[in-house]
C-alpha cells in the first residue's frame, strides 16, 4: 500500500476539505447530484439521483459560493471548524449478483469476473469528525438469499454484465470492483446465475485515478463434496495505481475463509 | 398474676406480628431486587418474554419463602397450611374452573413459543403487538392504539397467526384487466413495475397467476415479496405504480359489465324513441 503524493490529494473526492460558512460542496460522485452547504451553525444536504445516462466517469465536487437551491435535510451543530470529509464504505449486507445472461463455467475451469457493486457514501463534518449521514450512493433492491423463505438472508439485488476482461470495466466513481476468481472442480458445468458476493466482509481501496477496488474474491467449487469455499485475499488487489486503504471490513472474515453449500453460495 | 401472664402474651404475640411484618416487606423488597438483577444480569441472553418470566419466577420464589417464614413466625404450622392449601386449591379449582384454564393455557402458549413480546399478532379480526403474556391473558396494542385484553383460553382455542414471524412477507394482489388485453403484455408490465421497486424483492421472484375468466374481467394474482419492515410502503407504492403502469400502456381495469339477454326465442326488448320536447312540455 503507497500514499498519495500531496498534489493527488486534491483531485480525489474522498480528500478530505475544507467549506468554510456560507459555501456548499456541490458536483456529481457517479450516480448521485450533491450539494452540502454550510450555514453559520448547521449543514444543508441535498442529495438527488442521476439518470443511468447523465452518470459522469469522474466525480466532479468542487467548493463554490453560496448555499444549496434546495434543501433536503438540515444537520445542526455548533463546532467551529469548516471540514467536510466524504468517504466510502461498501454495501451493509452481501450482494446478489446475476449476469445478464447466464454464464457457465465448464468442468476443471477457471475464471475471473469483475463485479462491480455500488458503494455507501459517509458524511462527515468538523475536527474530530462527526457523522452527518451514511447512505447508498445508489439505492439497490432487497433480495432473499437462501434455500427457502423461512431459511437465508436479506441481500441487495446486483445486476452484472460478467466482464472478464479488465479493460473492459466502465469508469464510474460510484461503484466498486472486486475481482472474483471462480474455480470448478467438479465434473459438470457450473451454472453462475447468481452468486452471493460477501461485500460486507471486503476492504475498500481506492487508486489514484480514483477508481475503487476491493481484495480479490475465489470461490472454489470442491470436486466431490457439495461444498463451496469462499476465500478473501488478505492482500490488497493487484490493480490500480497507488492504491489507499479507504475503509476496513464492516465484518472480519474467518481466517479460513468461509466454507458453505454450494446451493447456499450459487443458489443453485 | 394472670393479668400480668396475659399482658406478656399480648407482648409476645405484638412482637411476633412485628417481625412476621418485618419479614414480608424484606421479603417484598429482596425479591423485587432480586428480579431486577435477574432481569439486567440476563438482558444480553434471553428475549423480552423469557426475561419477564424469569423476573416472576423469581420474585414470587423468594416472596413465597419470606411469606413462609412470617407465618412460621405467627406461629402456623408450615405442613397444615400446605395440606389446608391443597384442599383450598381443588375447591378454588372447582369454583373457578375458566381461571385455571386460562392459567394453564398461559403455560402452554410461553411453552410453544408461538409468538413473543414484541411480536404483532392477528387473533380474528384483532391485529396487535404483543404487549405482554400473563398468567391470564395476552395483552396487545393495536395499531390505532387501543388496548385489548384476550384470553389465553381463547388464544389456546382459536388461530393465531404472527405477522413478524419470518423475515420476508408476500403481498398478494387480485387485478382484473379487460378481456380485450393481451394477457402476455399485461404479465410484462406488471413485472417491469415490480423489477423497477426497490422495495420488491428480486428474489423469490414475483409470482403470475392467471386466475380465470371473471364477469367483466380477465382476473389474475400478482403476488410480490417485501422485506418485512417495507411491507405496508410496498403495499401502496406498488399498487399506485400498477395502476400508473396501466394507464401509460393503455390496459384497461373495467368495472363491472352487465350484458340483458334475452334470449334466443324472445323477442328484442321494444325500444322507443321519446320526443324530448313533448316530454318536456308534458313535464309542466
Redesign the interface.
Known sequence: MTQHPQQQKKTLWWTPREVPAGHRLHGSLGALELSLGHDTDEWLLDCAPVGEDDIQPRASLKVEKGLPETIGERFVHAGKSDQVHLSAMLADRPVVIRPRQPVFLLSQQTVTLYLSTPIWLKIQVGEPAVLLKEFPAQPLSDTWFGPSTREGELCYAGRTHARHNPSELPRRPHRAITPLTILNKASTPLPLEKFSLPVPMLALYGDVDGMLWTQAVTLTREGQTDLASVQIDSRPPAYGKGLIRLAPPRQEPGRSGLVRAFSLLFGT | MIQELVATLHLEMLLSLIRAAILLGAGVLIASLAGRLSMRSFRQRLSPQMLQLLKRIVFYGIFGLFLAAALSELGFSIAVIMGAAGVLTVAIGFASQTTASNLISGLFLIGEHSFEIGDVIKVGDTIGEVLSIDALSVKLRTFDNLFVRIPNESLIKSEVTTLTR???RRLDLKLGVAYKEDINHVRDVLLAVADA????????APLFIFTGFGDSALEIQFSV???RE?FLALRNGVTADIKAAFDAAGIEIPFPHLSIYTGEVTKPFPVRIADSKAENSNDD
Not at chain 2, 421497486?197 to 423469490?204: G, R, S, V, Y
Open positions: 419470518f423475515p420476508i421497486n426497490i422495495l420488491c424483492l428480486d428474489e423469490p415479496w417485501a422485506k417495507n
